[in-house]
């Protein structure tokens, strides 16, 4: 009955969708001076905070609702969106399976009442071991490279992420 109600009330592919949650530690970091100028800026398009993960077969798609709503209350607006697909699932063991998938980062960053707007996109892998059937515990490595663009220009915009997932594939 709630996955009924859900699917009614909200997107019906949904329905049979997983949820999860990831926590990352590292970040994405930039130069936003422009292609050629290498002045390093740390700039951070992902904060650590948790992620919404909605797992549809072979499809993650992670969102940060926690780091959108604080940007809200510092008035910054964060939107940072994670696609991937799962193009490679080998079984090393019982309920371990070794996981390589490919996707992309899309995230829109700014601050101060809205004067300085950065976007990102990143080609993003992510690889490594994940434990569970009905409920699943993974660790991954989440490497990027990719593109911002902002007042200054295009430049490169890095990630290097350790991502631990906890997750429930199948509601």
């Given amino acids: 009955m709630k996955k009924m109600i859900f699917a009614v009330l909200f997107v019906p592919s949904l329905a049979f969708a997983g949820i999860g949650s990831s926590f990352s530690f590292g970040q994405q970091v930039a130069f936003p001076d422009g292609p050629g100028r290498f002045t390093f800026a740390a700039t951070r398009f992902n904060p650590n905070y948790p992620t919404l993960d909605i797992i549809v077969g072979d499809f993650l798609l992670q969102t940060q609702p ?9 008035d910054e607006i964060l939107l940072d969106v994670n696609g991937f697909y799962t193009i490679a699932k080998r079984s090393t063991g019982s309920s371990m399976a070794a996981i390589f ?29 994940q434990a569970g059937d009905a409920v699943t515990i993974g660790v991954f490595i989440v490497p990027g490279i990719g593109f911002i663009s902002n007042d200054n220009g295009i430049g490169w915009a890095f990630t290097g992420l350790l991502q631990v997932s906890v997750g429930i594939p199948e509601l």
């Fill in 101 to 129: 998938a490919m996707g992309a980062n899309l995230g829109f960053f700014s601050r101060d009442d809205l004067d300085a707007k950065n976007f990102v996109m990143q080609a993003m892998g992510r690889f490594g071991a």
């Fill in 66 to 74: 926690i780091g959108f709503l604080h940007g809200l209350a510092a």
